[in-house]
């Protein structure tokens, strides 16, 4: 999958672009944030069948772009697949391997200590290791929400991912094939409590 440039730029009202703004360090500007959101870019997000043809990964990307220009400093980016990374600008880095959807979750859960922190997980579904990424949904403190952006041809993902939210006490939507990313994620956010 090519990355375009639009994807490999700085987001507007994103934590690096924050501390920058405000001559803090990204580890400062993450004090402030309310939203983890871990978005899975395993190979499965480039399908091509989201808004105008586009790929799963490029319209969650246009849908993170808005929803952090819409509430600058609040959100923290990880991207998972084979490994995690912790995406300050904003973007989640497309890796196109497997889906370490645990991994992902122990390597959020550092910021599960954070009262009232949320955590949103985008995915298709279908964890390399399911048994395991639901045992560590269950330690947390915090509420896990999921955002299911697969195939309806594939119920097993969503189906996955309504576990993975009711395992952490946390809810699930879907986004029609990653269309709808970011008024999702403001009705998780919104609904919060």
């Known amino acids: 999958m090519q990355l375009t440039k639009q994807n490999q730029s700085l987001v507007e009202g994103s934590l690096y672009e924050i501390a920058k703004n405000t001559n803090q360090s990204i ?15 395993s190979g499965s997000m480039s399908a091509s069948d989201s808004r105008d043809g586009q790929s799963r990964y490029d319209v ?10 819409s509430l600058p400093g609040k959100i923290a980016v990880l991207s998972f697949s084979k490994h995690v990374h912790f995406c300050p600008t904003g973007l989640p880095i497309y890796q196109g391997s497997t889906t370490d959807m645990a991994k992902a979750l122990q390597f959020a859960k550092v910021a599960d200590g954070i009262p009232g922190m949320r955590f949103i997980l985008i995915s298709d579904g279908e964890p390399d290791y399911p048994a395991d990424t639901l045992r560590i949904a269950a330690s947390y403190k915090n509420k896990i929400d999921t955002i299911y952006v697969g195939s309806e041809n ?40």
């Open 60 to 69: 969650a990307c246009a849908e993170l772009r808005a929803l952090q220009g």
């Open 154 to 193: 594939r119920p097993i993902g969503r189906d996955f991912l309504e576990k993975l939210a009711q395992t952490s006490g946390g809810q699930t939507i879907t986004a029609d094939r990653a269309k709808e990313l970011k008024s999702g994620i403001e009705t998780l956010l919104l609904n919060a409590g």
């Open 27 to 41: 580890a400062e500007s993450f004090i402030n944030c309310d939203v983890v959101i871990l978005v899975d870019t």
